[in-house]
């Protein structure tokens, strides 16, 4: 691998608060070695559609504190075929960009896998996604953000869930992923939390109802919105058909939890693995996913970290239903 000179950064996929905390980090490190840097606008239709601004030290200030991302983000349909992977490559080499780091989840890692196979760019992926659902690092960009802002709704709706002794349903992000939910149900002491990797967690719940003439007290349920009986719609259908004298209510917290300023702990891991993307780059490393594992920088392939599956937390899961009761 020749001396990089001129990094591309790119983000892609879902945006996630701490975004440009890491863009930052990249910048200012990179210009530390006296390496340019380019921003990829609109994450892979960026590089296909030759939508390159240069970033500087001045332009990559006062974004710390920032969430979405300064560069836009997309999922691009053209970057699947191979004839849109032509294109960037062309516009890569047009502009002697000499690698390219992209923040984003398992699409970015996968996209930024094939594109190395195929054309050889150096490619290295930062974690950004609330979901924390990558292999690789304990942490990823925007989780520990999108968690606390789960946890505040929920306290508000707590406030209502008790003045009127409702039960709440309470839908969070979590596709293939009960982090989020787990989490912050936690944290807001939820009497249930539902989620994908934990199989009769319904029973599990409507056994922490008791009694079906049990005295009517107001309650929590986080439900991820991957979780295999259905969204959180379906299953307070489910629940209010064994218990038709309580009518639960249902909210969805959809986007806003992408959305806000980044937590002090996104924006610190933000940085680490910024700059942690270019030094690697520096020494000669590429083809990789940075993390952070036990407070330790730590890097995998990215073809490892797409083929690996995260390990949920049991241990939490159990203590989240001791304390609920």
Same mark, same amino acid.
Request: glycine content about 10%; proline content about 2%; hydrophobic content about 40%.
């Given at each position: ?16 608060? +701490? ?206 919105? +991957? ?99």
């Amino acid at each position: 691998m020749k001396r990089v000179e001129k990094i591309g950064i790119l983000t892609s996929g879902g945006d996630s608060p +701490g975004m440009n905390a890491c863009i930052r980090a990249i910048v200012r490190t990179a210009v530390s070695h006296n390496i340019q840097c380019v921003g990829v606008l609109e994450g892979f239709d960026g590089m296909i559609n030759e939508q390159f601004v240069e970033l500087t030290t001045q332009k990559a200030a006062n974004i710390l504190h920032r969430g979405g991302t300064i560069l836009k983000s997309s999922r691009s349909t053209e970057f699947r075929t191979k004839e849109g992977r032509e294109k960037a490559f062309y516009n890569i080499q047009k502009n002697q960009i000499d690698a390219v780091i992209c923040i984003g989840g398992d699409g970015t890692y996968t996209g930024a896998h094939v594109f190395e196979t195929e054309f050889g760019v150096p490619m290295i992926g930062c974690p950004g996604t609330i979901d924390n659902d990558l292999f690789g690092t304990d942490y990823t960009i925007g989780f520990h953000t999108a968690v606390d802002t789960v946890v505040n709704a929920i306290d508000k709706l707590r406030d209502t869930a008790e003045s009127h002794n409702m039960v709440f349903f309470v839908e969070v992000m979590g596709r293939h992923c009960g982090d989020i939910a787990l989490m912050a149900g936690l944290a807001a002491g939820a009497q249930t939390i539902l989620v994908p990797e934990v199989k009769d967690d319904f029973d599990v719940m409507l056994e922490s109802f008791g009694d079906l003439n049990r005295k009517k007290e107001f309650s929590i349920i986080v439900v991820a919105e +991957g979780e295999e009986l259905g969204n959180a719609t379906e299953i307070a259908h489910k629940f209010e058909a064994i218990y038709p004298a309580i009518k639960p209510r249902v909210t969805i917290l959809g986007h806003i939890q992408r959305g806000g300023t980044p937590s002090a702990n996104d924006r610190i891991l933000a940085s680490i693995i910024g700059s942690a993307a270019v030094q690697n780059l520096i020494q000669g490393n590429h083809g990789i996913a940075i993390g952070v594992e036990n407070n330790k920088i730590s890097t995998y392939p990215l073809q490892q970290v797409i083929k690996s599956k995260r390990t949920f937390n049991f241990e939490l899961w159990n203590l989240s239903q001791i304390l609920s009761k």
